[in-house]
């Protein structure tokens, strides 16, 4: 089981026992991992883009 199920299955605890606090930081942590996740891919995404129109931009031949 990945470690983001492991954390919803004990908020989903945290929250029938009634520990709100403890239920609270367990999502927040969820969250900002899933976050984290997205940007890493956003950044691979903005990086190769980058790299493309630098490339496209360097193998033009020059005008004489």
């Not at 990945?2 to 029938?16: G, H, M």
């Not at 997205?38 to 193998?59: G, H, L, P, R, S």
């Amino acid at each position: 089981m990945s470690d983001t199920n492991q954390s919803l299955e004990k908020a989903v605890d945290a929250i029938s026992n009634g520990d709100r606090a403890t239920a609270i930081d367990l999502l927040n942590d969820v969250m900002l991992a899933k976050s984290s996740e997205v940007i890493d891919t956003y950044k691979q995404v903005v990086a190769q883009t980058m790299y493309d129109e630098i490339m496209d931009n360097t193998t033009e031949e020059p005008e004489e």
